[in-house]
């Protein structure tokens, strides 16, 4: 006997048609690239976004059709998630970060027929769009009068130009609700990137999910400053969740520095703010010196990278917000795990606490996990045997676009390639990359436990420790330290700090100091490259 309830598609056009219409006059706020501030609300954001639906029907782009962008976050960004995506296309966010060669490849691999692009992005696309036979039409999101003229790229109208003269009306189609919606591609440290593909029903319910208290708790109370950018997953997911639930969003744009973001969030009194550990740590570098507080901010997620306990508690002690460690990647939209404390834990010391709070968190529900051996044999929850971690469920990719990379699924289950702990709880605790892991004579050591305990040192900026080739050993870690500017510390100091803070075996066998360690296009350290930096290296004593 089926149920007798309607069946109503999920569709991410009913998501902004919500905020329309119980949340129409909650702001949208979006610092642009030409530097100024821009306000409107969600009833405005929805009209436009129909306008977007109608200039891309009139273009006479086919289902299914990719829309590309490259762009900060911004209301024009916004309109397109929903203009694109509502009327049936996918919008394919490219991350600008990316090499040119890079940029080209993906937009011909995912056969883009548009390109919309902020305006900082001018110079790229006029070294790509030659090797871009796929898109027919580049639109630039400025105003008309602010067209670049002479800029060599064929086919190219302002975004206002574009939208100005379309109806506000549209009618959003329903259709198959796994029908593709965004897409994104991984940023391929190795070979070429693939894409994750989402549709309407997994973003749906990846917003629903992402709203939940013990997710990113999101309301209608709530001013959310999504740092975490647009061009990689869809800005976990915000985009949408705020839709539904009203929440005010303000946009950073290109101004990603401490002080930008904190002016943003001091004026526009955000309450709740997500980003990648690099970007707080401008933040937090800009505000400690001048002895800056916040007034209204409450709560940030940090994800992306391991987030340092030297930031947890910067951020909980020195200026009462609470931090939220959330894991997830890519192919998992990216929401898997989000770290709040149970009841249970409030009698527990501050120490304690913050053991807690370091690891990536308690699983959403609508995504499994398990830890498997090398062999594939299930391993305890018990908070101490490392395994790789394996996921499942409605918003984790099932394959890649155009089955790149053939089959990546093992019994169903989808292989993070992170290492990670999970303790009686559930709590689960990323240890490393599986390829960035170090063997050391039998034992696993943990570069992000390594890692974190030289950023807790007041002169260290930055910190990443790899493991280094070692006769009797295999491996022994080292780690490359940048310092903070004008600080001091010498490589016996750094060694000495971490006594009694780990075990003995797991205690680097050397501090490297560098002026910098690379990063990749989502601000990941790229260790592959600092290890060929690192490669004329012995370790001491060899
Ligand atoms: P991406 O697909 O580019 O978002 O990268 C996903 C990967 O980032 C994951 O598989 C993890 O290795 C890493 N990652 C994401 N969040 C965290 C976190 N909170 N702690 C440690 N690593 C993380």
Known sequence: MLGLMQNQPLMISSLIEFAQRHHADAQIVSRRVEGDIHRYTY?????RSRQVANALD????????????LAWNGYR??????????SGRVVHTI???LHPDQIAWIANHAEDRVLCFDMSFLPLVQAVHARCPTIRQYVALCDADKLPEGSGIPNLISYEAWIGGQSTRYDWPVFDENSASSMCYTSGTTGNPKAALYSHRSTT???????LPDVMSLSARDAVLPVVPMFHVNAWGIPYSACLTGAKLVFPGPALDGKSIYELIEAEKVTYAAGVPTVWQMLLGHMKPANLTFSTLKRTVIGGSACPPAMIAAFNDDYGVEVLHAWGMTEMSPLGTLCTLKNKHDALSAEDKMKIRLKQGRAIFGVDMKIVSDAGDELPWDGKTFGNLLVK????????????GGDPLVDGWFPTGDVATIDADGYMQITDRSKDVIKSGGEWISSIDVENIAVAHPAVAMAACVGMPHPKWDERPIVAVVKKPGAEVSREELLKFYEGKTAKWQIPDDVVFVDAIPLGATGKMLKTRLREMLKDYTLPGL
């Open 205 to 211: 319910l990846h917003a629903y999910a992402a709203a």
């Open 393 to 404: 469920g409605p918003w984790i990719v099932r394959e890649y676009y155009k089955g790149e």
């Open 58 to 69: 009139a273009m006479g782009l086919a289902f299914s059709d990719r829309v590309a962008t």
């Open 95 to 97: 991350n600008p970060r």
């Open 77 to 86: 960004h916004f309109e397109l998630y929903y203009g694109v995506s509502g």
């Open 43 to 47: 009833r405005e954001a929805a009209d």
